[in-house]
């Protein structure tokens, strides 16, 4: 949030509210004509942090506004298509360009380049330490990152422990001690969503 951004509507508040307490409010915003065609719709309470708050990091959100257009129905939205393929006809959602094994759809969700095979989306070294493991694992920066842990792979209901989760904008290379990843069988995978 920054000077450059445009405030669409205000809401005040006044009654007093009990300690874990809440209120719903419901808005209707017209974006401007002259909105760029993808832009992010910032929600945020108490902007003027006039309510004493121990954590006010969770006060606003933003939300990806005219970018998730996807006119050809593949699940790809026709930006991304157009920044990586020229058009949103040349990008086949199961396509892998880039021979990474990774197919332009999840590319998209993992936000890494397509067309690059040194970008993935994946766990890149397992290093033995002292009472544990460090993993290390790549990706991109738009999407969410879970580092997930398993006692079996395969069986029917596999059950993944998420162990870490990198919110966005997470950093292209990240690393974990597991101070369990010891003296057992254990299986790892790094899985990413994007909103």
Same mark, same amino acid.
């Given at each position: 949030?920054?000077?450059?951004?445009?405030?669409?509507?205000?809401?005040?508040?006044?009654?007093?509210?009990?300690?874990?307490?809440?209120?719903?409010?419901?808005?209707?915003?017209?974006?401007?004509?002259?909105?760029?065609?993808?832009?992010?719709?910032?929600?945020?309470?108490?902007?003027?942090?006039?309510?004493?708050?121990?954590?006010?990091?969770?006060?606003? *959100?933003? &939300?990806?506004?005219?970018?998730? *257009?996807?006119?050809?129905?593949?699940?790809?939205?026709?930006?991304?298509?157009?920044?990586?393929?020229?058009?949103?006809?040349?990008?086949?959602?199961?396509?892998?360009?880039?021979?990474?094994?990774?197919?332009?759809?999840?590319?998209y969700l993992a936000d890494t380049n397509p067309t690059n095979a040194l970008s993935v989306l994946r766990i890149s070294r397992i290093v033995p330490?002292?009472?544990?493991?460090?993993?290390?694992?790549?990706?991109?920066?738009?999407?969410?990152? &879970?580092?997930? *842990?398993?006692?079996?792979?395969?069986?029917?209901?596999?059950?993944?422990?998420?162990?870490?989760?990198?919110?966005?904008?997470?950093?292209?290379?990240?690393?974990?001690?597991?101070?369990?990843?010891?003296?057992?069988?254990?299986?790892?995978?790094?899985?990413?969503?994007?909103?």
């Open positions: 949030m920054d000077g450059q951004d445009t405030q669409l509507r205000s809401q005040s508040h006044s009654q007093t509210l009990a300690v874990g307490s809440s209120y719903q409010v419901t808005n209707t915003v017209t974006i401007p004509a002259n909105a760029p065609p993808s832009y992010y719709l910032i929600v945020n309470a108490d902007d003027q942090n006039a309510v004493f708050e121990a954590n006010e990091s969770n006060n606003w *959100r933003a &939300f990806g506004v005219g970018q998730y *257009r996807d006119a050809d129905g593949d699940g790809i939205p026709d930006w991304w298509e157009e920044q990586y393929f020229g058009s949103i006809t040349n990008c086949a959602p199961d396509a892998d360009p880039d021979g990474d094994g990774m197919p332009n759809l999840l590319e330490e002292a009472n544990g493991l460090r993993l290390e694992w790549q990706g991109g920066a738009q999407a969410r990152q &879970f580092l997930e *842990r398993s006692r079996s792979v395969g069986a029917a209901g596999t059950n993944w422990l998420t162990i870490y989760t990198n919110n966005p904008p997470s950093p292209l290379q990240t690393n974990l001690f597991d101070l369990l990843g010891t003296n057992r069988a254990l299986f790892y995978r790094v899985r990413a969503v994007r909103e």
